[in-house]
């Protein structure tokens, strides 16, 4: 039997405290599954027929272990929203930065928007069905998220278009907008690609470039 040593047993007990406890480290690929899984679920099901369980049973993961990453099912649409809209902020941002021609900057946020509607199907009709459910406050700050969105279509196409008022280039925006996400809820059966160039042909009709 080998002999107790009491001083390295005090070294390893002072330095277990002095590190604390163990932190956990929370896998972002987790969190992508809820998201994806909630996504699928709540565009198939509705917000209100979905729960916890549900999400976590699609996603693989125990309904208690969502709360590591979400406090509610309220807060999954969140950032499901948060992430849709900053998604798209943040392509228009490059491209106004980065493109001089007017017109051609105009052409791909009209781009982006159809990708979002053809590649996201899933969440955009989430978007579009459930923003309603969030509490005030998510509600209010997302919908600020998107008029900002709105506003550089506007601010492009006042530029583009001498004959329309500020009034007049918002109301055709959103008809444009409205034109891409006019698919959302009915099934085409067009390929994807095909689709990608009517929707985008429509928007650039209702604009008028």
Excluded: C
């Excluded at 932190?23 to 729960?51: E, M, Q, Y």
């Excluded at 493109?99 to 009209?110: E, G, K, P, Y």
């Excluded at 109301?171 to 009517?198: C, K, M, W, Y």
């Amino acid at each position: 039997m080998s002999a107790t040593h009491p001083e390295r047993l005090i070294i390893s007990e002072q330095t277990a405290r002095e590190a604390g406890p163990p932190t956990r480290v929370r896998d972002p690929a987790r969190k992508d599954r809820i998201l994806s899984a909630a996504a699928d679920l709540v565009a198939r099901k509705g917000f209100h027929a979905v729960s916890i369980s549900d999400i976590g049973q699609a996603s693989g993961i125990t309904g208690s272990g969502i709360y590591r990453h979400f406090d509610s099912k309220s807060a999954v649409l969140v950032a499901l929203f948060d992430r849709a809209i900053d998604n798209l902020l943040s392509d228009e941002h490059q491209i106004v930065e980065s493109v001089a021609d007017l017109r051609l900057a105009l052409n791909r946020l009209i781009d982006g928007q159809v990708e979002f509607v053809v590649a996201d199907r899933e969440l955009a009709q989430v978007y579009h069905n459930e923003i309603n459910n969030l509490p005030d406050e998510d509600s209010r700050r997302l919908r600020r998220k998107q008029r900002m969105y709105i506003e550089e279509w506007v601010h492009l196409l006042d530029e583009l278009r001498e004959d329309l008022s500020d009034a007049d280039a918002r109301a055709v925006v959103h008809a444009a907008i409205g034109a891409i996400q006019s698919t959302l809820f009915h099934n085409t059966g067009l390929p994807e690609d095909r689709l990608r160039r009517l929707l985008a042909d429509a928007a650039r009709a209702v604009l008028g470039v």
